[in-house]
């Protein structure tokens, strides 16, 4: 069964650091383009960052500079490194893998794991 | 800043057919943006309908259809049942790496 699930959310002040984890199964992880998108409560979805297989990196403009976007392979983990948080970075974030390589979309998402920014 | 666009609420009876869109605020959504779709319910993860613009993604019922209508993306629900009551959100490939979601749509059947 293709998997995705996230860890390492918890609580942290504003200002720290805090790096959430994606762990893969059921599938070739480094063949996949990934993604993190986040959800604050009440609020939309938002794109945070993507990798591809080569470990291009990309990000929009509000988490760009702060958020670090990375892969293990031989782990099948994705990961995240947030820092200078803010309370608008509060939200639940998820991983998601792209589709294939010549389509632009996501097909598989994790459940989530909750980032709350807050002193 | 590029902003993608969906109506905030949405309400079809059962049954009925309802047509949600994805637009943007400069500009045509076209196929070279690959719309897709995704449906969430409260306190779940997003689930994918639709991708490429029309595609369905695999279990996905043939009543939800995706197309271009005019300058957008289209997400259209036929015979709209109690369960498709969801949010629902289209995401643009915007080039060069970057993705735009849109705000979303609160889909209600009543």
């Known amino acids: 069964e293709v998997q995705l699930v996230e860890s390492g959310g918890g609580l942290v002040q504003p200002g720290g650091s805090l790096r959430l984890s994606c762990a893969a199964s059921?599938?070739?992880?480094?063949?996949?383009?990934m993604h993190w998108v986040r959800q604050a409560t009440g609020k939309g979805l938002e794109w945070v960052s993507a990798?591809?297989?080569?470990?291009?990196?990309y990000y929009p403009g509000s988490v760009k500079g702060r958020f670090t976007i990375s892969r293990e392979n031989a782990k099948n983990s994705l990961y995240l490194q947030m820092n200078s948080l803010r309370a608008e970075d509060t939200a639940v974030y998820y991983c998601a893998r792209r589709g294939s390589w010549y389509n632009y979309y996501m097909d598989v998402w994790g459940k989530g794991t909750t980032v709350t920014v807050s002193s | 800043q590029t902003v993608v666009t969906q109506e905030p609420s949405f309400s079809v009876s059962p049954g009925g057919t309802v047509t949600l869109t994805c637009g943007l605020s400069s500009g045509s959504v076209s196929t070279s943006y690959y719309p897709s779709w995704y449906q969430q319910t409260p306190g779940q993860a997003p689930r994918t309908l639709i991708y490429s613009t029309n595609t369905r993604s695999s279990g996905v019922p043939d009543r939800f259809s995706g197309s271009i209508l005019g300058n957008k993306a289209a997400l259209t629900i036929a015979g709209a049942q109690a369960d498709d009551e969801s949010d629902y959100y289209c995401?643009?490939?915007?080039?060069?790496?970057?993705?735009?979601f849109g705000g979303g749509t609160k889909l209600t059947v009543l």
């Open positions: 990798i591809g297989t080569a470990g291009d990196t």
């Open positions: 995401v643009l490939y915007m080039g060069s790496g970057i993705w735009v």
């Open positions: 059921g599938f070739t992880f480094s063949n996949y383009d």
